[in-house]
């Protein structure tokens, strides 16, 4: 499963590593969108198999930030 962007920000941290064991609604990513810190959780239980995209890029909605396995 792949985590997206909803919408155009900046990532501003990252709560995971690659290998890391996630539960459903765990943040994985805090994004700064708007002006405001934006939680990103993961819909579903599952392991950090790759990550996309590093503290500062820049990402718009639908790209991909993480893949959960």
Known sequence: MEIK???PGKI???KVAVGDSVKAKDI???MEAMKM???VPT???GVVKEIKANVGDRVNPG???MVIE
Do not use: A
């Open 28 to 30: 994985v990513v805090i």
């Open 37 to 39: 810190k934006q939680p």
């Open 12 to 14: 501003v941290e990252l």
């Open 63 to 65: 790209s991909v930030i």
């Open 43 to 45: 819909p579903e239980d």
């Open 5 to 7: 962007s909803r919408v």
